[in-house]
């Protein structure tokens, strides 16, 4: 919850028995409220929460009064939850319409600029617009018309995929798949027999022939069927240190706003946590121990992204339900890559301009990836331009090209 103005509280009345769980509170400059919870009409109820996080600093100093809050959950249909932080960050970075399915079915971002304004908000804090409060409706601070903005912003159009056999399933996905793009019997056919059509599994950007649990959910810019849980998720945690290429020396943290480390399993996102960087000599290092909900004990593929740098991915990390992977130490086998390949893993993405090995510039940082980037600029990251979208945004623009800056000269994998 953000920015919440004088009634963005939760009122509890009466008879009301309410668990409140994980929740993240951030007043934002126009709240006035200085308790989230209000419980001062509860006649005979209650509340549980647990895990809920006031952001320090804004007007809401507490979660809840707590005059009726009991120590026990009332009973209630058992749900899988993510931490506050977790939370925060997944709101940020996986709500709203901003996905957009490829013709051969891969997820690519598409945030336009009223998500991008909306979430850079929240995340410096601000209104996300410049008009003084006093002369907002009712001096509340909100805007109230779309033009206080600029208006809604302009949409450029699609193309439509080519679907010779016109079963709702694109040539390119079939031909991918080992399907007949002329023949439209396949469409709604279920190979997998995983009680989902051809259709479903190209509009969910799955494996048609994969056989496993659809996930509803995309996961960035490629998504595949989530298996089945074995057993019920249990919190792993990680610490880790790393080399971040051509970071200011004058850097001495890098906020959890600016860094998320992704868990996957093959190509199925686990989970994603948001941690601090503080640096460590040459390194930068987790303060808190990023967090991740693993059905499985195995071996797990850790990404890091970061606004600041290029992208990493590390191989080969072992982790463990209800277990802590200390891998900012010299040796320990279970974190793979981690610490293998902290010193030279290549960065992650970095080569924009494309795949052609015999071009000269391939699997590198150079002026093909600033023409590429130029092309491309202010402009939302779809096609060959999500390349150049070094810190995964969804628009390609200054914040990119001061990275590519940064790395002009390094090699991309």
Not at 33 to 48: A, K, L, N, P, Q
Request: charged share 20%.
């Amino acid at each position: 919850m953000y920015n919440l103005g004088g009634y963005g509280y939760v009122n509890l009345r009466e008879t009301t028995k309410a668990n409140l769980v994980n929740n993240y509170v951030k007043a934002g400059p126009n709240a006035t409220i200085s308790t989230f919870v209000r419980d001062s009409e509860i006649t005979s109820g209650g509340y549980y929460h647990s895990g809920n996080v006031v952001e320090p600093g804004g007007s809401v100093k507490s979660f809840s009064p707590d005059n009726h809050r009991v120590s026990t959950r009332y009973s209630a249909p058992s749900v899988i939850t993510s931490s506050a932080q977790q939370a925060f960050e997944d709101v940020l970075t996986k709500s709203g319409a901003i996905h957009g399915l490829n013709c051969d079915g891969t997820w690519f971002n598409r945030p336009d600029a009223v998500d991008v304004r909306i979430v850079q908000s929240v995340r410096d804090g601000t209104r996300g617009h410049n008009i003084p409060p006093d002369q907002t409706d009712r001096k509340l601070g909100f805007i109230s018309d779309p033009s206080d903005v600029g208006g809604w912003p302009t949409l450029a159009p699609g193309t439509a995929c080519q679907d010779s056999d016109h079963d709702g399933t694109p040539n390119d996905w079939e031909n991918k798949y080992g399907f007949d793009s002329n023949n439209g019997s396949d469409g709604p056919q279920d190979f997998d027999n995983d009680g989902h059509t051809n259709l479903e599994e190209f509009l969910n950007a799955t494996n048609p022939k994969g056989g496993n649990v659809i996930s509803l959910t995309p996961t960035g810019q490629t998504a595949s069927k989530t298996p089945t849980p074995t057993t019920a998720p249990n919190a792993a945690r990680l610490k880790l240190k790393i080399q971040l290429p051509d970071i200011l020396a004058s850097t001495t943290n890098i906020p959890a706003s600016d860094v998320q480390v992704e868990l996957r399993d093959g190509t199925n996102s686990v989970g994603v946590a948001g941690v601090d960087l503080v640096r460590n000599g040459n390194y930068f290092q987790t303060q808190s121990d990023a967090s991740f909900n693993i059905s499985q004990n195995k071996t797990y593929t850790v990404y890091i992204k970061t606004k600041t740098s290029l992208r990493r991915l590390f191989t080969g990390v072992s982790l463990a339900q209800s277990q802590t992977l200390d891998c900012t130490v010299a040796i320990n086998p279970s974190c793979g890559e981690l610490i293998s390949q902290r010193d030279n893993k290549p960065l992650a993405s970095g080569d924009g301009d494309g795949f052609t090995v015999s071009s000269g510039s391939y699997n590198k940082v150079d002026s093909a990836d600033l023409q590429v980037l130029a092309t491309h600029f202010n402009r939302p990251a779809t096609g060959q331009s999500t390349s150049a979208d070094f810190n995964f945004d969804g628009i390609v623009n200054i914040s990119d090209l001061e990275i590519l800056g940064k790395n002009y000269g390094a090699v991309g994998d």
